[in-house]
Nanobody
Framework: QVQLVESGGGSVQAGGSLRLSCAAS????????MGWFRQAPGKEREGVAG???????SYADSMKGRFTISQDNAKKTVYLQMNSLKPEDTAMYYC????????????????????????WGQGTQVTVSS
């Protein structure tokens, strides 16, 4: 069973930065993507960014230029660097992972679509004050 453990959330003022981390334990898959979702109170969960095992990335339009996803393959850890934070970025942020069958095309896109996610983390809260 894969476990995803997030860290790095917290409170920050608008314009500030945070870096989220997600460590995957017992991750045997070599063909995968990992990503970040967020969910604000009363809103649907939305995909933020994804990165696949080959290093390709995908971002939601509203996060491009402010958020950067990266990974350390040796540590099986994915990071989300968030800059120029806005109050509307306040949400619970969830780490996610998708494993690909041998015949499937590896892509970061499924890690921004809830219906495709195989594994979820517990979430880490990000609060941005104005």
């Amino acid at each position: 069973q894969v476990q995803l453990v997030e860290s790095g959330g917290g409170s920050v003022q608008a314009g500030g930065s945070l870096r989220l981390s997600c460590a995957a334990s017992v991750y045997r898959y070599s063909r995968y993507c990992m990503g970040w979702f967020r969910q604000a109170p009363g809103k649907e969960r939305e995909g933020v960014a994804g990165i696949d095992s080959e290093g390709s990335t995908s971002y939601a339009d509203s996060m491009k230029g402010r958020f950067t996803i990266s990974q350390d393959n040796a540590k099986k850890t994915v990071y989300l660097q968030m800059n120029s934070l806005k109050p509307e970025d306040t949400a619970m942020y969830y780490c996610a992972a998708v494993s690909f069958a041998w015949w499937a095309t590896v892509s970061p896109a499924p890690c921004r679509q809830s219906k495709d996610v195989n594994y979820w983390g517990q979430g880490t809260q990000v609060t941005v004050s104005s």
